[in-house]
């Protein structure tokens, strides 16, 4: 695992800002405009923004960054003198859960780590993070943290798309509950098992950043829940890759979201990819990073072909950009 700083560097909020206001920018014109991709500056030494909480007997909960955005991604790390059995948590409703780190321990104290998603739609405000755990001896520890939800700015999106889309039949209406029902059901598992190995990366070659994540979507004049992936314009036929190692959880066509694919990555980790124009993979296979999985297509409510990529951390709805780099 990388050192701490690699989650402090170029915070969350940071990546969230520039988003915004490449979404404003673009805030009109649907998901087949090819704007330019801008990277954006981030700071050239790594800054430690750990937040950190002394619950005494040796025990520190550390948090990459006090605050969050919604839709943004923080890593929390349980460090105790004592060996530790196993480690909880719990923020709102979800639960949180550790794995023991095989990064080299401070003072061979060992290190739990956890992944928390803010979801996209989580109210701004201070939520309480409960971490437990058990010692070798059974003595129960504890430590708590206050996490802030910021509000994120997400522009207003007006597109235009096939009128079946924004106000489907009854048949396909069914499909469409269907569809979620069946996706709801894939996040709300959680593998105990961590196939991610090394880092996140981009599900295209060349290809450095997206955009719309979180965006106000309106189809036709109606109001739609917003926008929860990152969209890359990209032609059709592009190749597009696992963003890690995972296994396929779902390899079909979905009313909305065309040709799908959904990869997990072991505890609690999703990583969605729509819109297919062909799928390479089927259920239950195991992908490598990289591996081809599909090419870019237009299935699905689109205005053109581009790559919809989601992340679902403890069915929270991230900003998938957020992973990138991490591991
Ligand atoms: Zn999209």
């Known amino acids: ?38 990277k954006h500056p981030a700071p050239k030494t790594a800054v430690s923004t750990w937040s950190k909480h002394d619950c005494g007997e040796g025990i520190e909960l550390r948090v990459s960054a006090a605050s969050a955005n919604q839709g943004g991604l923080l890593l929390l790390e349980l460090r105790s003198a004592k060996p530790l059995l196993e480690v909880a948590g719990k923020w709102t409703d979800k639960d949180i859960p550790f794995w023991q780190s095989d990064a080299a321990a401070p003072k061979g104290t060992p290190v739990w780590q956890a992944l928390l998603g803010v979801d996209l739609e989580q109210a701004a405000g201070e939520y ?6 058990k010692s070798e001896a059974s003595e129960a520890v504890r430590c708590d943290a206050g996490i802030t939800v910021r509000a994120g700015k997400f522009a207003t999106e007006k597109l235009a798309v096939a009128p079946n889309f924004v106000e489907p039949n009854p048949e396909q209406e069914a499909q469409a509950a269907e569809d979620s029902k069946k996706l709801k059901a894939i996040y709300a598992t959680v593998t105990p098992e961590r196939f991610w190995t090394g880092r996140f990366r981009v599900p295209l070659d ?19 829940p917003p926008h929860t992936g990152v969209d890359f314009p990209s032609p059709t036929g592009t190749l597009v890759h696992a963003s890690q190692r995972g296994r396929v959880v779902l390899a079909e066509p979905l009313y909305f979201s065309g040709n799908t694919v959904v990869l997990d990555h072991g505890w609690g980790v999703y990583t969605l990819y729509c819109h297919f124009s062909e799928i390479a993979v089927k259920a239950a296979d195991m992908v490598a990073t990289g591996e081809v999985i599909g090419k870019v297509g237009a299935t699905g409510r689109v205005t053109g072909p581009h790559l919809h990529w989601g992340l679902t951390v403890d069915r929270a709805r991230v900003n998938a950009l957020a992973i990138v780099g991490k591991q």
Do not use: D, E
Request: hydrophobic share 40%; net charge positive; aromatic share 8%.
């Open 1 to 38: 695992m990388r050192s701490a700083n690699s989650w402090g560097f170029a915070p969350a909020q940071y990546r969230m800002l520039c988003l915004a206001i490449c979404a404003m920018a673009c805030a009109t014109v649907g998901h087949a405009n090819s704007r330019q991709t801008k």
């Open 128 to 133: 309480k993070l409960n971490v437990s755990g």
């Open 206 to 224: 060349g290809v450095k950043t997206g955009g719309n994540f979180g965006k106000r979507r309106v189809f036709n004049g109606q109001a739609r």
